[in-house]
């Protein structure tokens, strides 16, 4: 053990609050480093001085003026909650706790920087992000890609809410599933391909409000169970 | 309420006395009041500087208590709970004092008056103690005061403060360390003084 170490100790040694293994070792090396027992002596003092520090007392009519209150005191519920004793948290939780702004803004950069190089793209749904005229392509699995013939395929379509944007040039299918932007047409596959309500599967047009044409699925439920066994 | 006389309140365990608080027993409260009141007095008054807050905080303290008590979770200690919530209180008065930049006059005049400490006799090495407390930042200041001084479980200390029970340890350690280096250039005088003082005599 060297001196910094055995220093380190000295307070808790003082309040025999050592391990048998460290108080050995400490004793040890008190033997042999005079500087050491010299500051040995000065902890003792103080953890002397300090636990004989005098008591002050509350003034008597503490109790006479907090009944009084307690008496007087609405019976309403506070707004203020007392703060109940809450189990001490482990270390592990506790550094996260630290470093919890950290963590916060990292995950949402590479929520961010995800969403960007996605090949869905930046758009959120039913497109309204979607500048007028970008070139998006078709990359879901729901549209197979056969030599530039961009198909929809019917078992793809299971399970799919297809939303039509206002901005006329773009079609967007959106999964029930996540609510990820599948599909997007481009215009001349728009025009190629014909509006979603015409697909093959699609028997079913609802328009919500002026801003969007919603394409529903006859088989889509809004139960969960029942999306996640449409095949994707 | 009545006065049941046949229970002897002041030898009851704190969770005994706090089954009777639940029970609207004003007597039992007053015990319990009595139990802690000192306690907490020495060790927050060791925090804020100031009598006056520190009483303040206490009524507001045991008032919660009272107004809480049917929420009190019997598997925690009840000293953890009165601590964390008068340590919650006094926290809050810090930061409002952090907020209005008080000036302690006393702290001035001293500053003035005396720049460098000098121990003259027994109750000036107290005061030297007292001040270097003071003079820990509060996190390990809390820690000390805490273990040191109301001899409070590093576990029910890991409690109060909400922080692993290594943090509590680690922290104490500190400010021991930390306390000592403080008063090491008067702990020489100290030890020559306690030869010849009335308190240094008691304690050393």
């Known amino acids: 053990m060297n001196c910094r170490k055995a220093r380190s100790l000295l307070s808790a040694f003082s309040k025999d609050e050592l391990s048998y293994s460290e108080k050995d070792k400490l004793l040890q090396h008190l033997e042999s480093c005079p500087g050491c027992r010299k500051e040995k002596e000065l902890a003792e003092q103080l953890s002397k001085a300090v636990s004989s520090l005098p008591k002050q007392e509350l003034s008597e009519d503490f109790n006479m003026k907090l009944f009084e209150k307690i008496h007087n005191a609405p019976r309403s519920v506070e707004t203020t909650r007392a703060h109940l004793p809450r189990r001490a948290p482990s270390l592990v939780f506790y550094r996260l706790k630290q470093f919890a702004p950290a963590i916060a803004v990292t995950a949402v950069l590479v929520l961010a920087f995800t969403f960007m190089v996605s090949p869905d793209g930046p758009n959120g749904i039913g497109g309204k992000q979607i500048a007028a005229g970008d070139a998006i392509q078709p990359t879901g699995h729901q549209m197979a890609d056969n030599g530039g013939n961009v198909q929809p395929v019917n078992s793809g379509l299971r399970g799919l809410k297809l939303e039509q944007s206002m901005l006329e040039s773009l079609s967007v299918a959106v999964s029930l599933r996540n609510g990820r932007i599948l599909d997007i047409l481009s215009d001349e596959q728009k025009a190629q391909f014909g509006s979603p309500g015409n697909w093959p599967g699609v028997q079913n047009v609802k328009t919500s409000g002026p801003s969007r044409s919603r394409y529903v699925l006859p088989t889509v439920r809004p139960d969960a169970g029942l999306v996640k066994e449409a095949a994707y | ?204």
């Open chain 2, 1 to 204: 309420m009545k006065r049941d006389k046949s229970l002897n309140r002041d030898k009851m365990s704190d969770l005994d006395l706090m089954r009777r608080v639940q029970k609207d027993d004003m007597v039992a409260f007053n015990v319990l009041v009595n139990r802690y009141k000192n306690r907490l007095f020495n060790t927050l008054i060791r925090m804020l500087d100031s009598a006056e807050a520190v009483e303040d905080i206490l009524q507001e303290t045991f008032i919660r208590v009272h107004q809480h008590r049917m929420s009190f979770d019997f598997r925690y200690a009840v000293s953890t709970w009165v601590y964390t919530i008068a340590l919650n209180l006094a926290r809050n008065e810090l930061r409002r004092r952090k907020r209005i930049n008080f000036v302690d006059i006393a702290d001035f005049s001293n500053r003035l008056e005396a720049p460098e400490e000098k121990i003259d006799n027994g109750s000036k090495i107290k005061e030297v103690v007292e001040k270097s407390v003071k003079k820990l930042p509060h996190k390990y200041r809390q820690a000390f005061i805490l273990r040191d001084f109301d001899n409070l479980s590093y576990e029910e200390i890991a409690q109060i403060l909400s922080v692993p029970l290594g943090t509590v340890k680690s922290r104490v350690n500190r400010a021991r360390n930390m306390l000592r280096n403080m008063l090491k250039p008067n702990m020489e005088e100290l030890y020559e003084l306690s030869k010849g003082s009335v308190f240094t005599l008691g304690i050393l």
